[in-house]
């Protein structure tokens, strides 16, 4: 009866390790490969294309709809079934999508035409990135143990930056041989690579709650926008995630903001391997100090990095990129806390609904700051995206706080 028990720890075991390293080369894979999905990379291309910044902004927008709608619609698809093979199967269509946006590079045109194409392919993935949202964040309950998520987080986030961070180097220095749209034609094919090496890895993880019978089913057979709504956890902070969302949107169109100011498309892909130093200070810091200082406090100090935001109005290229690393630390401390406070006092029970309308709250967010940064002067926008984001990070340290047992 002891060997039999200590067979089993040694096999937890080492489903625990094997999936701490899968999950390590799927985040990895999936952060590069996204880089070109949208945000700097994409607004650059579409810029070096020709299109003018209203339609970049616009695409930003439907991109972030489809995003939305999606998490709205499949709130409980991770319910039922295996949330680790149904995250597995949603990377396969982003990844072959990529390989669309090839004979684009190649046309190096600004058609309606091809403009028509860019936004069907990035409504496309965001719509599959829509049903892997709603699998993330239920998932590090099946394939790790409470208090390594955090930890797990970090390391992920160290490792991928790294990466990112060389891959920011590279474009960077040859956006000065190559035309822009050249670079992304093979950047295109190798994140499609990338994604389908996520989707092996992710497909092979282990659940570690073999043992989970149809209690919780039981439990989540009431409608689940309904439990929520009687959730206190959730509806104290609806405001906050909207908030955090709108910062999050700005910050995401920072890119077409710097093209604005009159910045370079050279500073913009600098934005990249500005981006990637950023995660990865963040990450090292988060990786030393989560285990020492709560949650809370980070997410507060995330909070007034982000708060520094209107200096970004300063005509300096160096200032706009040093400001930018310092935003992106503060975003990156925030987005790793809160996941890491939020499973350790969200149930398992009502953890697919809960993250997917948490994040329903925040693309809603970004998709209103998308949608205004195209008709609203940039300093009203870089100030609402600081005061923001200061009035969330207090809210969640505040009702995190109350239920922090």
């Not at 999936?19 to 070096?48: D, E, H, P, W």
């Not at 996520?198 to 570690?208: D, G, P, Q």
């Not at 693309?363 to 008709?375: E, Y």
Request: net charge positive.
């Amino acid at each position: 009866m002891r060997e039999t028990k200590t067979l089993i720890k040694k096999e937890k075991f080492s489903h625990v390790t094997k999936n701490k390293i899968k999950a390590i080369i799927a985040y990895t894979a999936r952060t590069v490969a996204l880089m070109c999905a949208s945000g700097t990379l994409m607004q650059t291309f579409l810029a070096s294309l020709g299109f003018e910044s209203s339609l970049i902004y616009f695409h930003s927008t439907l991109l972030q709809t489809a995003n939305v709608l999606t998490i709205i619609l499949a709130s409980n698809w991770a319910n039922n079934g295996s949330p680790i093979k149904k995250s597995a199967f949603t990377t396969i269509p982003i990844g072959l999508l990529f390989l669309c946006y090839v004979p684009i590079a190649i046309a190096n045109n600004a058609t309606t035409l091809s403009y028509i194409l860019l936004i069907s392919i990035g409504v496309l993935q965001q719509i599959s990135y829509g049903f892997f949202t709603v699998c993330e964040y239920k998932t590090p309950y099946y394939i790790y143990k409470a208090d390594e998520y955090g930890m797990m987080l970090s390391i992920c986030g160290i490792i991928s930056s790294v990466f990112s961070l060389l891959l920011g180097f590279f474009i960077t220095f040859l956006t000065s041989r190559f035309a822009f749209t050249v670079i992304m034609k093979f950047a295109f094919v190798i994140s499609a690579v990338l994604m389908l090496i996520a989707f092996a890895a992710i497909y092979l993880e282990k659940s570690l709650r073999e043992e989970e019978k149809s209690e919780e089913s039981v439990k989540t057979t009431e409608k689940s926008e309904v439990r929520l709504m009687k959730t206190p956890l959730f509806t104290l902070l609806i405001h906050a995630n909207l908030m955090r969302g709108f910062a999050a949107g700005v910050i995401s169109v920072l890119a077409t903001v710097a093209l604005d100011l009159g910045h370079t498309e050279t500073l913009t892909a600098s934005m990249v391997y500005a981006q990637s130093i950023a995660s990865l200070s963040a990450c090292a810091f988060f990786a030393i100090v989560s285990k020492r200082i709560c949650g809370r406090k980070i997410v507060i100090a995330g909070s007034l990095f982000i708060g520094l935001i209107p200096l970004l109005l300063i005509r300096n290229g160096m200032l706009f990129l040093i400001m930018y690393i310092v935003i992106m630390i503060g975003r990156t401390l925030i987005d790793y806390s809160i996941p890491a406070m939020l499973l350790k006092v969200v149930p398992v029970e009502i953890a697919g609904p809960y993250h997917a309308w948490r994040m329903v709250l925040q693309n809603a967010g970004t998709l209103i700051a998308t949608s205004l940064a195209a008709i609203i002067p940039i300093p009203y926008l870089l100030a609402a995206a600081a005061v923001f984001q200061l009035i969330s990070g207090w809210s969640f340290s505040k009702v995190v706080k109350i239920y922090t047992k």
